[in-house]
Every structure is written in C-alpha cells, then in structure tokens.
C-alpha cells in the first residue's frame, strides 16, 4: 500500500499545529538510522521540496534554519513521506557529517540500559 | 558515541511540551521503517518502560491509549532512545500487525513523486 503526491498535493496534506508547525523526522536514506525530529513551517517545507535542502524552523532562535548552513552538515533530501493524518513528515536524507550538535551521527545516541 | 541510561535517568532526561507531552516516533526493529508518531505523557512513557508495550497520549480523545489494546496490532518495546536535548524520544519495536489504523503496515504510506 502506497501513495504517490505531486509537491502540490503534498504540501496541501500537511496539517499544522497552533503554532504553525508540523514535526519532521530525518532518516538517513543508506543505514534506516533515525537521525533527528525538528519542526517545519509551510514555508520551510516549501523550500525543502524546492531546494533539495532539509530546511526547518528552530523554535528556540525563532527562525528559518537551513540545517547544515553553518555547520556544513547539510541534509541532502531523498524522498519524503506524509502520514495517515497529515501532521508528521518523514524525510529520507543524505546526511554530511553528523546530524547532532553534539557530533554524534544521529541525536538519537541515549539508550535506556536493557537491565530494569 | 553512545550512552545507556537507568530507567531513572530516562524518565529524568524527558523535557514536556506545555501540554505535558512528548513526540515519541516508533520505528520496526527488524526492518528499520519508521511506522508512526505519537505523543506520550509522563504516566505513559513510564508504563511503556514498565510493561514493555508501547502506551501513547491520544489528544484527539485526550486519554492514554495502550497500541492495539482494540486492534491487537500490539507494539512491544524493542529498544527506547531520548535525543540531545531530551524532547524527541524513539522506539524500536516488534509491530503486530499494521500500525497505522487504516491498515498500511506504516503510518508513512504517502510519498512525494520523485516529478517536480
């Protein structure tokens, strides 16, 4: 079972919060790594799809944030994925260099020990 | 790079929105698809450590919601994650059945068509 949307239909789907914003998760397209979750405004989903070029809105600073812009970690996109309801994203990515500010590949590096 | 975590530690690490809640993405352990997002409060992330079945938030009934407890497409808790800054959390998981509810194994069963 599978959809494919034209970048119209696409963009129509999407269901925004309050804020104006819908979750987006970034898998690396090679390893299936789930690399990090930001957030998108209608705009910043548009150049994503226009550009190729992951590109979110940062909630702590308040503005458009092209992912890598300064770090030169930039996420090359490869496919993108709507859900069921239209309020999450899921982007297949090409990621240079790490996804995390930390430097680890992904932000995702905290694992819950498996002893109880 | 990675870190292990008590339960303790991984309850502590959790930053809620103002509605208490935190985005949890399940992803499928053996075949690395990401299948759903959801949202947990704290009682929920804590019965999900506890029981091992993925327990989520529901905001459009706005009641805790065990996966599957009327589909049977169970979710159990393969491997749980918190990210750098302790607002994203995600799952590895055996997925029963289906997770999204309208039968599609995944919740991301609607792709951009690679046609501009």
Known sequence: MSETLSDTAFLA???YNADGLVPAIAQDAASGDVLMLAWMTAQT????LRTGQLTYWSRSRNERWRKG???GH????VEAYIDCDGDTLLFKVRQNGPACHTGARSCFYRRRSSEA
């Open 13 to 15: 789907a999407v269901t």
């Open 45 to 48: 989903l548009e150049e994503t």
């Open 69 to 71: 812009a300064t770090s």
């Open 74 to 77: 930039t996420q090359e996109l």
